[in-house]
Structure formats: structure tokens, C-alpha cells
């Protein structure tokens, strides 16, 4: 569905991701942690588009390298960027309309903004408020919501539960999971790690630009390695 290839990228002369392979197979939940600076987000919108690199990004058999963002999007391939970004002075309605802007299809957008509301009733409660006024939590749900209103086939998250309280965090991937359930490709960036791992059907660890490890969710929550960089383990 989704491979990258000897994916670089640099920031002047700072080599942000050096070399970066991955591959995200259809129906899945894939996983990418790392500390603070390793290349996470920039791999993510290196591939929505917005950052320059070189390298191949292969999706659904095609070179999208160097491709407009809105044409990514309108491919499938969709991302809900770190910190929310919702826009403050719109309603949540027309926040989440605008995430279905490039959508032709009247009917699947409305089963789509009422499946929005059944995986966020939050939303549908506060549907006539400005985004501005809702909550981190509240703004999350919304930030997902649009995303979810573009219709992905694979829906890229950074750092959904950045944060959040524990508990809107674990609502937060109890929705991702049903999200995938429901038949959406995830691609996860987090850096609460077990909770990541726990869901993902295969993960990545990216330090200092570079792949170090990969293999089963399963099989990295229970590395030592992995535990004890990542999990606070040692």
C-alpha cells in the first residue's frame, strides 16, 4: 500500500532522515516511536508532501516523491498534523466539512460526518461551537474527525494523545483501533510507546533520523531494548 525507499531528508545542513525504509501493508496499524527529535513527524510529512526529500515514497504503486499535498489527499493518503491545528474560529461543523473539501460525493460525505459524530458524540454536542472554545481533548476529536472527513484510505497520525489526560488518551486509541477496525490504514506516530505498540500490528523505532529496529508490536513491547529506552523500563 504504502512503501518509502531510501527516504531522505535534510533541514540545511542538518540530515534529518537518513535512508528510511518502510512499508505499510493495507488493513493494518503501523507504528513509528522515537524520542524527541528523531525524525517522527518529519517522515510523515515528508510523505503528506509538505517537506522536500528525496528517496522514493511509494503509494498504492506510484512515485508520489514531489507531488502536491492536495493531490496526495485527494488520493487517500491523509494527515492529521501534531498540535491539532484546527481552525479556531469555525464551528466544529465547519471544521469537519472542511476536512471533505475536495470530496464530490454529497451522500458520503454526510454518512461520514455522522459517522464522526457516532465515534465522537462530544462533537455532535458541541456542533454550533467555535473549535477555539473546545477543549485539548475536544480539539484532538476534531482534529481526527477532519481527517476521517477526507475519506482516507490510510490515515496518517502524529502525536494524537499529546497532551491529554490519561484517560481522553486512552479513548483516543480505543477510536484509533476502531477506526482501523472499520477498515482505515493506520500509520501512528506516539510517544507514549506502550500504548502504541500495544495496538500496532508492526513497528519502527527511529533514532537520530535512522531506523534501528523493526518487527511485530508485540514482539518490540516485549524487547528489552525497546523497554528500556522507550518504555522507562531498565
Known amino acids: 500500500m504504502l512503501v518509502t525507499k531510501n527516504l531522505s531528508v535534510f533541514y540545511g545542513g542538518i540530515h534529518a532522515l537518513r535512508g528510511v525504509d518502510i512499508s505499510v501493508d493495507e488493513g493494518k496499524i503501523i507504528t513509528l516511536i522515537g524520542a524527541n527529535g528523531a525524525g517522527k513527524s518529519t517522515m510523515l510529512n515528508s510523505i503528506a508532501g509538505l517537506v522536500k526529500s528525496s528517496g522514493a515514497i511509494i503509494w498504492n504503486g506510484e512515485n508520489i516523491s514531489g507531488r502536491d499535498t492536495k493531490d496526495i489527499v485527494a488520493s487517500g493518503l491523509v494527515l492529521v ?20 473539501y475536495f470530496r464530490k460525493d454529497k451522500a ?30 475536544e480539539q484532538q476529536m476534531l482534529a ?25 488518551s ?3 486509541f480505543d477510536i484509533i483501533r476502531e477506526i482501523n477496525e472499520n477498515g482505515t490504514t493506520v500509520l501512528l506516530i506516539e510517544q507514549n510507546a506502550r500504548a502504541a505498540l500495544e495496538i500496532a500490528d508492526y513497528g519502527y523505532v527511529l533514532e537520530t533520523g535512522e531506523l534501528t529496529m523493526h518487527d511485530t508490536g508485540k514482539a518490540l513491547l516485549n524487547d528489552g531494548r525497546v523497554r528500556g529506552a522507550y518504555l522507562g523500563e531498565g
Not at 460525505?109 to 455522522?114: L, Y
Open 144 to 168: 481526527v474527525g477532519r481527517g476521517l472527513m477526507a475519506d482516507p484510505r490510510l490515515l496518517m497520525l502524529d502525536e494524537p494523545s499529546l497532551g491529554l489526560a490519561p484517560l481522553v
Open 81 to 100: 498534523p501534531e498540535g491539532r491545528h484546527v481552525f479556531p474560529n469555525l464551528t466544529v461543523d465547519e471544521n469537519l466539512r472542511l476536512g471533505a
Open 170 to 172: 486512552k479513548m483516543i
Open 108 to 137: 458520503g460525505v454526510k454518512r461520514d460526518r455522522e459517522r464522526c459524530f457516532r465515534l465522537f458524540p462530544r462533537l455532535k454536542e458541541r456542533i454550533h461551537q467555535n473549535a477555539g472554545t473546545l477543549s485539548g481533548g
